[in-house]
């Protein structure tokens, strides 16, 4: 929006007393200036809000939103996303960790970038080709059922251009796979640009819904959304590539499957399977040992080179896009 901050660092929070001091000091840091810091509290028991308050008294950087009903995790972040002023989105949970660079790390490439409807990061570095990497939404989708994934981040891994974010209808509220669903619908619509990795600290604790018995009961719907994702006609992978991309998800959700069974939880194998969409002659025909390539989804120029990027100041795009599609 004009006259508002670049970007909207978004923290919904729910109960992270504990943690919130740290993560809002994370952000605070940041080398790139041009932010603001929005804090979502969910109708929090314990003393998140108003730690929260206390930032914002003293930091006009900061923001708090109370919401007067507790909404839930993703139907949190879209409303975070709603109130937000800026042109970029950045999701940051409130018990995580952004390291000082980071929105400099992400925020310059995405602008250089204009085909990108958003930018994602990791824990660790992308495999193929060096970084920043646009991908059109066949190579998201290469990397991810051909390749050694995509799909897996979290909302805190990426820079979203708000306009293209809102368009796209923000999260579906499905549960903790909700995250993975969106980038399944994202991802066939609108180019990606992965950034370099390690650029935040994801927090593990007994407190994260992640944790719960209810999180595995909803992962194990999410197979479903994959098998319709693959069937649809937004799907942009071509025949014979989604032939093996339904290999490698049938053989995924078995080999899920029979981790339950060894761990003893035959209610939940059972029920990843039952509900993965697959009917019973999908299963004849797909049912294969997996069959992936590290390299699927990597921009390659016309010479069958990496695509290096650009990072001079004075070109627009200062990204390098693919010549072709592997």
Known sequence: MSGGPLVSVLMTAYNRERYIVAAMESVLQQTWADFELLVVDDRSTDRTADIAAEYAARDARVRVVVNSENLGDYRNRN????????????????????????????VAPLLSE??????LSTSRDWSGGPCPMLLTPRMSYQREFLGGGLFQCGPASALFRADVFRALGGFPDKG???????????????????????LFWYRVHAGQEL????????????????????ASPECPLEPR????????????????????????????????????????????????????????GTPIDARGEYVMPDWSAD???AVGSPEREP
């Open 79 to 106: 409303r975070a996303a709603q109130l937000a002023r800026g042109q970029l989105l950045k999701y940051h949970d409130s018990d995580d960790i952004m390291y000082p660079h980071c929105l400099d790390v992400m």
């Open 114 to 119: 204009p085909r990108a409807g958003f930018a």
């Open 176 to 198: 903790v796979g909700s995250d993975h669903i969106f980038w399944l619908r994202a991802c066939a619509r609108v180019s990606v640009l992965l950034v370099p990795g390690d």
């Open 211 to 230: 944790q719960s018995p209810r999180a595995l009961r909803e992962y194990a719907l999410v197979p479903r959304e994959v098998w319709s994702a693959l």
């Open 241 to 296: 590539e989604l032939e093996q991309a339904r290999r490698n998800q049938a053989y995924m959700v078995v080999k899920h499957a029979w981790r339950d069974i060894r761990a003893g939880r035959w209610g939940l194998a059972g029920r990843r399977l039952s509900q993965a969409g697959l009917a019973g002659r999908d299963w004849l025909r797909y049912l294969r040992r997996p069959r992936r390539d590290p390299l699927a």
């Open 315 to 317: 070109r627009k795009p």
